[in-house]
């Protein structure tokens, strides 16, 4: 469950956001997704709340050996993604740390579905740890409350230009895709800037209007900046195939809480994204007709060296955009998709060329044996060359003195 990512360039050029995501192992399995899609991070993810195959020995295990064994390891990461956290595997020392790192080294955090859960024993313990009172979240005025009755309305989007666009850029967007969306109730803490609201109706409950129960907020804990998210990652709003500015959202969220400058146009920078999420996957289906082509004796060698001419120049494209230099990396990776398309081309083509000669081949076999047998049939069964005719032998029956035939 432990996952790495591998940056396309070099982090010594670059400086990578560092992310560790510890959780729910459903939630683990979107966070390593985010990941690994992302250029721009790297880091690790460590389920700390069960699910599915993912048991309590095995999380303790993987804890063993994945999470951060010192305060010094834990600081050098950027940023933490708390995702449904069961605060039961994580020692009163490491929610410390998580606290101190926030605090004192400034960096960013998140924690989802409000309080964690919408069970009071694993809400409980969350609103009771040091880690808690770092978020924009009260959680020990949500668990007080009803929470669990999970208010639902339309998502609105904040759009007041002197909080960070972690999500304004998309507004329109999102709040035509959600007319109708649930979380687990949220009071934000005095001096949370609240990113989105559901508009409920929740009338006890005001922010800043009668109704309004934040849905994405944020807020500066001393030296870092963390966020509080109503709901789980694996909710719809986070899904990309309902919402296509979802990884945006993230994005935005890690480089604003690693005290990263946001981009100016970020509905370019979400453009780029989607080319660079579309290079991958075409890369996988492009390797894919290379192995199909190899199958029927096509030679792809001089298309695995222009593959590396590709990826040398995707390396390029990465660089650019993070170096923020999102102008330069949309033009070069439009270039890139269209020299890879060639090579896909190129390598149907062989493959083409390659099952013409077994077809030919086939056909060749195939008409040879046809004709073999027919020669055979034609000799064994029309001229019957092989035989000859019995003739006909008479006797002599003496009893009764006649020939018989």
């Given at each position: 469950m432990a996952l790495a990512s591998q940056p396309a360039i070099s982090e010594a050029e670059v400086q990578l956001v560092k992310v560790l995501a510890t959780g729910k192992a459903q939630s683990m399995l979107v966070l390593r997704d985010w990941i690994l899609v992302e250029p721009s991070v790297e880091g690790i993810v460590v389920p700390t709340r069960e699910w599915g195959t993912v048991t309590a020995q095995e999380i303790t295990r993987l804890m063993r050996i994945y999470f951060p064994r010192t305060f010094q390891d834990l600081v050098v990461y950027d940023f933490l993604f708390l995702a449904q956290v069961d605060m039961s595997f994580i020692t009163p020392e490491q929610a410390q740390w998580m606290h101190d790192g926030i605090a004192d080294r400034g960096l960013g955090a998140v924690n989802t579905r409000s309080v964690m859960s919408m069970n009071i024993w694993l809400s409980e313990p969350w609103a009771s740890s040091v880690l808690s009172q770092a978020f924009p979240n009260d959680a020990m005025a949500v668990i007080r409350s009803p929470y669990y009755l999970k208010p639902s309305g339309p998502l609105v989007v904040n759009d007041d230009e002197m909080i960070a666009p972690v999500m304004r850029p998309f507004k329109g967007a999102i709040e035509s895709t959600f007319p109708a969306y649930s979380g687990l109730l949220t009071?934000?803490?005095?001096?949370?800037?609240?990113?989105?609201?559901?508009?409920?109706?929740?009338?006890?409950?005001?922010?800043?209007?009668?109704?309004?129960?934040?849905?994405?907020?944020?807020?500066?804990?001393?030296?870092?900046?963390?966020?509080?998210?109503?709901?789980?990652?694996?909710?719809?709003?986070?899904?990309?195939?309902?919402?296509?500015?979802?990884?945006?959202?993230?994005?935005?969220?890690?480089?604003?809480?690693?005290?990263?400058?946001?981009?100016?146009?970020?509905?370019?920078?979400?453009?780029?994204?989607?080319?660079?999420?579309?290079?991958?996957?075409?890369?996988?289906?492009?390797?894919?007709?290379?192995?199909?082509?190899?199958?029927?004796?096509?030679?792809?060698?001089?298309?695995?060296?222009?593959?590396?001419?590709?990826?040398?120049?995707?390396?390029?494209?990465?660089?650019?955009?993070?170096?923020?230099?999102?102008?330069?990396?949309?033009?070069?990776?439009?270039?890139?998709?269209?020299?890879?398309?060639?090579?896909?081309?190129?390598?149907?083509?062989?493959?083409?060329?390659?099952?013409?000669?077994?077809?030919?081949?086939e056909w060749l076999t195939v008409t040879g044996t046809s004709l073999f047998c027919g020669a055979g049939l034609w000799i064994l069964m029309v001229r019957r060359g092989l035989y000859r005719e019995a003739g006909v032998t008479r006797m002599q029956d003496k009893s009764k003195g006649r020939d018989t035939y």
């Open positions: 009071i934000p803490r005095e001096g949370s800037r609240i990113h989105s609201w559901l508009r409920t109706g929740l009338l006890d409950q005001a922010y800043p209007l009668p109704g309004f129960v934040p849905h994405l907020m944020e807020w500066d804990y001393q030296s870092g900046i963390t966020f509080t998210m109503m709901d789980m990652v694996y909710d719809t709003f986070w899904m990309t195939s309902i919402n296509p500015f979802a990884l945006d959202v993230v994005v935005n969220m890690i480089w604003h809480g690693a005290h990263r400058e946001l981009p100016e146009d970020a509905l370019k920078v979400h453009i780029l994204r989607d080319r660079l999420s579309r290079y991958s996957s075409e890369r996988s289906a492009v390797m894919s007709v290379f192995d199909f082509a190899e199958i029927f004796g096509a030679n792809t060698i001089d298309l695995y060296r222009e593959l590396g001419v590709v990826q040398s120049q995707k390396g390029e494209v990465d660089r650019l955009y993070l170096e923020g230099d999102f102008d330069g990396s949309y033009a070069l990776i439009e270039a890139v998709t269209k020299s890879l398309e060639g090579l896909a081309e190129e390598a149907l083509r062989l493959k083409d060329q390659a099952m013409a000669w077994v077809y030919l081949l």
